[in-house]
């Protein structure tokens, strides 16, 4: 599976919005639970969203939650997170990672499969 990031490179006034797609390559992608991760300078990478292969069961890390949401269409092999109310501190470089074992697994902070990242820049 090879996954590829986009929708953020511009900049974002805090209380705007942002959706971001991973896009995938594979026929297997449908099977995969699929998460996004951030890493901001000079922090760790850290846990941002998960999607169940199907779609149907979501995890979201303290942060994120009511601000963002992760969704997916296997039919287009891709996965979105739509980001509202954007902060200041939500500014760092946006991954996509994918793994078979679950959502869980991704909740973790681990996966098989990883996308290069995207810049999401908010200003304050």
């Known amino acids: 599976v090879q996954l590829q990031a986009s929708g953020g490179g511009g900049l974002v006034q805090a209380g705007g919005s942002l959706r971001l797609s991973c896009a995938a390559s594979g026929r297997t992608f449908s099977t995969y639970a699929v998460g996004w991760f951030r890493q901001a300078p000079g922090k760790e990478r850290e846990f941002v969203a998960a999607v169940s292969w199907s779609g149907g069961r979501t995890r979201y890390a303290d942060s994120a939650k009511g601000r963002f949401t992760i969704s997916r269409d296997n039919a287009k092999n891709t996965v979105y997170l739509q980001m509202n109310n954007l902060k200041f501190e939500d500014t760092a470089v946006y991954y996509c990672?994918?793994?078979?074992?679950?959502?869980?697994?991704?909740?973790?902070?681990?996966?098989?499969?990883w996308g290069q990242g995207t810049q999401v820049t908010v200003s304050s």
């Open positions: 990672a994918a793994d078979p074992r679950g959502s869980e697994v991704l909740a973790g902070g681990r996966g098989d499969y």
